[in-house]
């Protein structure tokens, strides 16, 4: 029952979380061009998308919440293996919205909420209504300033590392699992509360965030659609948990070429999934366990190069005392140092169609028996998408594979532009499990799912 939770956080799923557009597709507006703020240094979610690093904001009329975009999105997810029903059912509306407090100034704001029907699954565990329940994220909610060659950011937002879609140094912002396989990226990051602040020169730059109360991982509950066992589930054991809270601090430099640019980067970070450690026998036949978020330190590197009609992205990540799980509760924790890399490799084969190949691979060293781990664990994916009738369809591949256990997560999703501002959005994830009772996808193995959402943008 416990053996899924005795492995790391599996990676694997992060891949997949990577590819995957069926809870958040409002990002995707295929035909339409972006609306583009006055300022280049405000465009984008991260300091890494300025295009402008040593200009002010020029000052512009603020006009409340005019300049505020919404979409509001309603989807259907259907499990089509047995037993066959709903299991996602909801509506969300999302606003988007900047304003400019003075001249080197801005608020920015991103949050959602969502609304989840009856037959949704996430419904089924909420103790005050069985009917709906309400959900409300808050992506953005920080000042913004740019002073000279200075920038700062305070307040709630995601911090993005790495450049690969398989990143092995994307460990700063945690993530909500519960629909691990079908929520975008973008949509399954918490926001947390720091202070970042970047130093723009010409072709580089330098960028600090101190995380002064770290957020974790969010898990699927019981009696939800994809839930897998905790020790919290099982009578043996008791739960203690540590609210002991270690400060996070990182640094990123990055350098800029015509067509290469690299980052080195350095973090004190703690882990964002839980270990368990034994602490006792409790006096009533249960084993207490502590349930802890251990630090650790990172070190890496980053870097992409562009070819005619080719970009390469690598990363290399050295983790100091990384917490690994041995094969049973009761067993002493391990602290492991280990060696992680990420390549991939995208392919433009004409202007409508991208092909893209990728791989990550970690290495635990001074291994031991007892880890419930191996030493070596390689994930391939495999991708493309195809853009049809002038951009107003498009059809997007991906393939995920894990060497460990040979399992396979394959989505297919197609995306059509109505009209400018109503996107119709269908897709399937469907799960391959070599073994249905063990492995990264012995939770999942008979739950692959056919969606489709409507999102209209105003």
Known sequence: MLGVFLERRPDFLLIANKQSDEGDIEETKLGMEEVEDVEDFFNGDDFDETIGRDIQVTEKENRSFEDARFSLNHLLGYRFQAPEKIVCHRTSLRMEWNSDISENLRFQFDGKGVLHYADDHLTRVQAHSQEYFGDFTMRKFYLQGSFGKWAFKVGRQVVIWGESDSSVLDDVSPQDLREIYFTSLEDSRIAQNLVRITYFRPQSEWDLFVNPDPQTNKYPQAETEYHFPFPEDDPDYQIQENSNVNTEIGLRFKKYYESIDYAFFLASLKENQPSYFVVSGTGNDKIELEKKYPPYFLIGMAGNIIFPNTMVKAELAYKFNQTFAAKTLTEPVYQKNTVKTAWDFEYLIHHNAKLVIGLKHQHILEW???????????????????????????????????????????????????????????????????DSSSGHLAYYGNKSRLSAGIIYYF
């Open 368 to 434: 031991e028996e007892n880890l419930n781990e191996s030493k070596n664990n390689t994930e391939f994916f495999l991708g493309g998408n195809h853009l049809f009738f002038y951009q107003t369809l498009e059809l997007d591949y991906f393939l995920n594979h894990n060497q460990k256990n040979q399992d396979s997560v394959h989505r297919l999703k197609l995306f059509y532009l109505i009209r400018d501002d109503l996107k119709l959005v269908i897709s399937t994830v469907y799960f391959d499990p070599s």
